[in-house]
């Protein structure tokens, strides 16, 4: 963590001859489970990890904005103000998309250069760009000597990414992000917002997060067309039982999916049936994690992965063998894809001491286990001029 907040640092020094004023690092993500579940309203329970972005910045006295990509090795800037969806550099459209946002809430954006870098894969389902929503929030708060509550800064993040980037997540990545704790998991009630630490550590066991390698990209998925699919069976629900308060499919359990089977079309009704029973196994893995019954979370994972594949049809070929493999492996509880699917990682749960037996059953099939630890959520770091 500190050996990336170093290199960004050092990198900034070089490219601008100056030092900066603030050095922000963000976490990516991994989801335990509750996928696809943000959006409607649903519960989540993901752990921010130790893999980063960084963002060291610095006031300047003109009226625009420069940054550096260590990773990409390039340089975008624009006017204060005048923040383009279009701009031929596309990591810089996270960035804008953050100032533009800030300028709509009514904060100042002062004329700023900085550089960032980070270790988190791009395209495996981890939410680099939370995270780099986050780090330049972050930094930014910095630079103006403001701290944001955390849901609003949260959800300034994700209007970013709505509004500019063109990507409809929900919610999840952002808060965890902001909020996450090491060691713990966080409970998200995405209705409330409310957030409850669950200790995700299980003596004699592991989360892994295993890269298939198979990369996706977001915007072009068919991530946008779920939500308008949930937005439909958010309907049926509504005119089958008028006399419910149904605010959200979070409000419809599955008691009532015998009811709805009769009325929806079928590939309607699988993703209403996706939504229901994940957000009831969400609670139940709280609740295992609490009694310590690392196989039944781990079974609530193989549910939740078969559920994601067969309903909701989010898999691909690369993730539902690495979870094949993993299922055949000893010492592995449980795993499923995790983040929005198409591609990208699977989270698995696995006994401590058979991780060397994992990662080469894993590495025989090209993908890739890196062990994480769970850490804590976005913050400024000292700089020492
Ligand atoms: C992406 C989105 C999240 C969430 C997940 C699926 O990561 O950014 O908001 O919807 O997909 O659970």
Redesign the pocket.
Same mark, same amino acid.
């Given at each position: 963590m500190i050996e990336l907040a170093a290199r960004v640092s050092n990198s900034f020094r070089k490219t601008w001859s100056t030092t900066p004023d603030v050095v922000s690092i963000a976490p990516g993500r991994v989801?335990l489970i509750g996928?696809?579940?943000? /959006?409607t309203g649903g519960f989540?329970l993901p752990a921010a990890i130790d893999r980063h972005i960084v963002v060291a910045a610095k006031r300047t006295n003109g009226s625009k904005v420069t940054g550096y990509s260590v990773d990409f090795d390039n340089i975008a800037n624009c006017p204060v103000g005048e923040y383009d969806p279009e701009h031929p550099v596309e990591w810089f459209h996270y960035v804008a998309g953050v100032l533009s946002e800030l300028e709509r809430t009514g904060h100042f954006v002062p004329g700023f250069c900085f550089s960032v870098g980070g270790d988190i894969p791009i395209g495996a389902g981890l939410?680099s760009s &939370?995270a780099l929503e986050m780090a330049v929030l972050t930094a930014l708060e910095g630079l103006l000597g403001i701290r944001m509550d955390d849901r609003e800064a949260a959800l300034l993040c994700q209007r970013a990414e709505n509004d500019f980037v063109g990507m409809n997540? =929900?919610?999840?990545?952002q808060l965890i992000s902001r909020m996450g704790q090491r060691d713990h998991a966080l409970l998200i009630d995405c209705t409330s917002l409310s957030v409850e630490p669950v200790d995700a550590n299980l003596p004699g066991y592991s989360w892994l997060v295993i890269d298939s390698g198979k990369r996706r990209g977001l915007v072009d998925s068919e /991530?946008n067309q779920r939500r308008s699919e949930c937005e439909q069976a958010l309907a049926v629900a509504r005119t089958l039982f008028p006399n419910r308060e149904i605010r959200n499919l979070r409000d419809v359990s599955s008691d009532a999916l015998p009811a709805l089977r009769q009325v929806c079309d079928d590939k309607v009704y699988r993703r209403l049936r996706h939504v229901i029973t994940e957000n009831e196994r969400v609670l139940k893995t709280v609740d295992a994690l609490r009694r310590r019954d690392a196989e039944t979370v781990g079974r609530l994972l193989y549910q939740s992965h078969e559920s994601l594949r067969d309903d909701f049809e989010v898999s691909c070929k690369e993730l539902d063998s690495t979870v094949e493999t993993l299922s055949q492996t000893p010492g592995v509880s449980g795993a499923r894809l995790t =983040? &929005?699917g198409f591609g990208g990682a699977v989270v698995a749960l696995a006994r401590t001491n058979t991780i060397p037996v994992i990662a080469k059953a894993i590495k025989e099939t090209g993908a890739q286990v890196f062990s994480i630890k769970i850490d804590d959520g976005v913050r400024l770091l000292e700089v020492h001029r």
């Amino acid at each position: 963590m500190i050996e990336l907040a170093a290199r960004v640092s050092n990198s900034f020094r070089k490219t601008w001859s100056t030092t900066p004023d603030v050095v922000s690092i963000a976490p990516g993500r991994v989801n335990l489970i509750g996928e696809h579940t943000d /959006y409607t309203g649903g519960f989540v329970l993901p752990a921010a990890i130790d893999r980063h972005i960084v963002v060291a910045a610095k006031r300047t006295n003109g009226s625009k904005v420069t940054g550096y990509s260590v990773d990409f090795d390039n340089i975008a800037n624009c006017p204060v103000g005048e923040y383009d969806p279009e701009h031929p550099v596309e990591w810089f459209h996270y960035v804008a998309g953050v100032l533009s946002e800030l300028e709509r809430t009514g904060h100042f954006v002062p004329g700023f250069c900085f550089s960032v870098g980070g270790d988190i894969p791009i395209g495996a389902g981890l939410s680099s760009s &939370a995270a780099l929503e986050m780090a330049v929030l972050t930094a930014l708060e910095g630079l103006l000597g403001i701290r944001m509550d955390d849901r609003e800064a949260a959800l300034l993040c994700q209007r970013a990414e709505n509004d500019f980037v063109g990507m409809n997540c =929900g919610i999840m990545d952002q808060l965890i992000s902001r909020m996450g704790q090491r060691d713990h998991a966080l409970l998200i009630d995405c209705t409330s917002l409310s957030v409850e630490p669950v200790d995700a550590n299980l003596p004699g066991y592991s989360w892994l997060v295993i890269d298939s390698g198979k990369r996706r990209g977001l915007v072009d998925s068919e /991530y946008n067309q779920r939500r308008s699919e949930c937005e439909q069976a958010l309907a049926v629900a509504r005119t089958l039982f008028p006399n419910r308060e149904i605010r959200n499919l979070r409000d419809v359990s599955s008691d009532a999916l015998p009811a709805l089977r009769q009325v929806c079309d079928d590939k309607v009704y699988r993703r209403l049936r996706h939504v229901i029973t994940e957000n009831e196994r969400v609670l139940k893995t709280v609740d295992a994690l609490r009694r310590r019954d690392a196989e039944t979370v781990g079974r609530l994972l193989y549910q939740s992965h078969e559920s994601l594949r067969d309903d909701f049809e989010v898999s691909c070929k690369e993730l539902d063998s690495t979870v094949e493999t993993l299922s055949q492996t000893p010492g592995v509880s449980g795993a499923r894809l995790t =983040g &929005a699917g198409f591609g990208g990682a699977v989270v698995a749960l696995a006994r401590t001491n058979t991780i060397p037996v994992i990662a080469k059953a894993i590495k025989e099939t090209g993908a890739q286990v890196f062990s994480i630890k769970i850490d804590d959520g976005v913050r400024l770091l000292e700089v020492h001029r």
